[in-house]
């Protein structure tokens, strides 16, 4: 097993504007982060709306076509022999 991962640093050893540096990163990947749970939440949100809407249309039209009956009368015309 390689090991691929960066050695651990000794924060005492880094100056201020090291740490400072460190701490204003560390602020900025919160707030993306922050951004893309938001982002994320209101893709869900769209995405089951929209899953929502589909499956209504569907259900009504289901629910309309179990309605009409103009087909239920319809009689083949008899057949004309000649």
Do not use: C
């Not at 640093?9 to 990947?29: G, Y």
Request: charged share 30%; aromatic share 8%.
């Amino acid at each position: 097993m390689s090991d691929d991962h960066m050695p651990k640093v000794d924060i005492s050893k880094l100056r201020q504007r090291e740490l400072h540096f460190i701490k204003e990163v560390e602020a900025k990947n919160l707030e993306r982060v922050q951004k893309l749970t938001a982002l994320r939440r209101k893709n869900l949100i769209t995405g089951l709306l929209l899953g929502v809407g589909v499956l209504g249309i569907y259900g009504y039209s289901m629910y309309a076509v179990k309605q009409e009956t103009f087909l239920d009368d319809f009689e083949e015309p008899a057949k004309v022999h000649q």
